[in-house]
């Protein structure tokens, strides 16, 4: 008995071994075979990749507004012989400052720290040439052509250097909120982040070269073994619909005007309102992409299209529009509740200059900037309606603009907006907008109705071959009967309202300011606004429709005495360039 139950014990022994064994053998060869065949090639391959050139990106003109510069990836290549410590000594003086230690400038590096990253340099290529499992040794990337002399000077053996490029921006920081920058990715390759450079990064890009040589046991390449050849493809060109001597122009005007208003920051964005084309936009502060190192992230979004803010006065002709389309209203329609403040709820709403004028009609509401008369409006016009306009005028949704950092802030969901919701948006506040979508919409009324979608780039250009994007019209918003007596309230506007005095004359501009008061922990602070002046020109015939904000300016909190003046300011270079004749009628 005792001798069964011995035997049984063994027979499951060898059962569950063989079972056990039979389960190892199914993983290693079905379930984790393409993992182990992935491990076993890497072992016995050698994979270089070759960087593709990456494209330039060019204004209207053809002129480079980001380039690129020659640099060079160098590496070794391993022999029979070992490596030296005196080749090391001698490789990493003139390499540190191309392997990413550290984030400053190697001129800017006192004598003592380029000591310590010199020997952080040289402990990091022992490590590398110690590494058997390495037939090619990268060494460094992106050397300039001094350091490669410098490394052929030398004369090493097996030393090779492959053609690689630099980012180079001849115009520094100009237009570094649109270009974005190109850095290093988790894998260490290059990459494209904000602006262009990130929305673009695949086209740009192109794809790398690719070099797979076959090794043996001593890690030797294999004469007659497998090798594998890929040429890159370079990166695509990008033409922007981008004026560089508007460019130019804007960003000089926008820094006098921040010095001279004391504005914290500021911004200045132009477009055709028929097409969607972006003529100019310009932020400050800004950085410089060659050198994003040494700024702080916050720097790296550009405002036009990623911060939001409480549009204010600029945003009274799209509730305008709203309700004359809807013919809630007419240019006609009085506004009976004029004579005074009015109370909604537990609030009272006031004029900004707490002046009232009885039975006010429609265009001089727009050309007084009269809140209450706004309430009135957004009254007739009704939640419904008033939310159904504003989803039409883009302001729940992203504008599409071709610049990876746009970010459209979150709408509140319609069924948390209430009656006084509704009577603070009519004028402007208690909601935010970023200034791409508020071009956008005022792009509506300048352009008799569509909301057409925003674009940086016109062309993607490629080895001859050239694609242009299509203008995009997203929908129609209000009929062209609306659009003309809205614009012509916006021209009154801008002839008798509070920054008439900015205006040249000579060409019909149909244009609002907009002054809002900065909230901070939900409460307004009454001594901090946010100035703005939207508008486009000729009036019957618009160019261009452009928008000018400047964010708590010290001199005036009034975007009268601060926005417009820039705006105007702009616009007199605009007519100049687009040759437009003045008219002594306006």
């Given amino acids: 008995m005792n001798f069964k139950w011995r035997l049984l014990t063994l027979n499951s022994l060898f059962l569950l071994a063989g079972i056990l064994l039979i389960s190892r053998l199914f993983y290693f060869s079905v379930l984790a075979s393409d993992n182990f065949t992935a491990i076993a090639e890497s072992q016995q391959n050698t994979t270089l990749e070759v960087s593709a050139k990456r494209g330039e990106i060019l204004t209207a003109d053809g002129n480079a507004l980001v ?5 060079f990836f160098t590496f070794l290549k391993r022999t029979e012989e070992p490596f030296s410590a005196e080749l090391i000594d001698e490789i990493s003086p003139i390499i540190y400052n191309s392997i990413s230690f550290s984030a400053t400038p190697s001129s800017q590096l006192s004598s003592s720290d380029q000591k310590v990253l010199i020997t952080q340099t040289k402990e990091s290529l022992t490590k590398r040439l110690e590494d058997k499992r390495l037939t090619w040794i990268p060494l460094a990337k992106k050397i300039t052509e001094e350091q490669k002399w410098a490394l052929e000077s030398l004369n090493i053996d097996n030393l090779f250097f492959e053609e690689d490029q630099t980012r180079l921006y001849p115009e520094a920081s100009m237009s570094a909120h649109l270009t974005g920058f190109v850095g290093f990715n988790d894998q260490g390759k290059d990459q494209g982040f904000y602006g262009l450079e990130g929305f673009y990064q695949r086209e740009l890009a192109g794809r790398p070269g690719i070099i797979r040589q076959e090794k043996d046991a001593f890690n030797q390449p294999i004469l007659m073994g497998e090798y594998l050849s890929q040429s890159k493809l370079d990166g695509k060109q990008l033409l922007l619909h981008l004026d560089k001597s508007l460019q130019y122009m804007v960003e000089k005007k926008l820094k006098k005007s921040l010095e001279q208003f004391g504005a914290k920051a500021g911004s200045v964005t132009i477009m055709d309102p028929h097409t969607g084309a972006i003529l100019a936009m310009a932020s400050l502060p800004s950085y410089d992409p060659k050198e994003y190192t040494r700024y702080e992230p916050n720097l790296f979004t550009n405002p036009v299209v990623s911060d939001a803010f409480e549009p204010g006065s600029i945003f009274k002709v799209m509730v305008m529009a709203a309700a004359i389309d809807s013919k809630a209203v007419k240019k006609e329609t009085k506004c009976d509740i004029c004579d005074q403040p009015v109370k909604i709820d537990k609030y009272t709403i006031k004029t900004w200059n707490d002046e009232y004028q009885a039975n006010a009609n429609m265009t001089d ?33 992203n504008t599409g603009i071709d610049l990876q950092d746009e970010l459209a802030p979150d709408p509140k969901p319609d069924n948390k907006w209430t009656y006084v919701d509704l009577a603070t948006a009519s004028f402007g506040q208690g909601f935010v907008a970023t200034s791409m979508q508020l071009v956008q919409a005022v792009s509506v009324i300048a352009n008799g109705g569509s909301l057409v979608e925003p674009h940086m ?98 001199t005036s909190q009034w975007a009268s005495e601060t926005a417009a003046p820039l705006w105007f300011s702009i616009a007199q270079e605009l007519f100049n360039h687009f040759n437009i004749i003045p008219d002594p009628v306006n």
């Fill in 365 to 397: 509401v727009i050309v007084h900037s009269d809140n209450v008369g706004m309430v009135f409006i957004g009254q007739k016009l009704g939640l419904d309606k008033f939310l159904d306009y504003f989803k039409k005028f883009g302001f729940t949704q």
């Fill in 67 to 71: 380039a690129n510069q020659p640099a």
């Fill in 457 to 554: 780039v016109n062309k993607v250009i490629s080895n001859n071959k050239e694609v242009t994007i299509p203008v995009k019209i997203k929908n129609k918003v209000i009929s062209k009967e609306t659009a003309k007596v809205v614009t012509e309230m916006m021209v009154a506007a801008a002839k008798e309202g509070e920054a008439k005095w900015t205006n040249t004359g000579g060409y019909k501009v149909a244009g609002k300011t907009g002054t809002a008061q900065v909230a901070f922990s939900g409460k307004y602070q009454e001594e901090k606004t946010n100035a703005s002046f939207i508008g486009f020109a000729p009036a019957d015939d618009p160019k261009f429709v452009m928008l000018v904000t400047l964010k708590e300016p010290s």
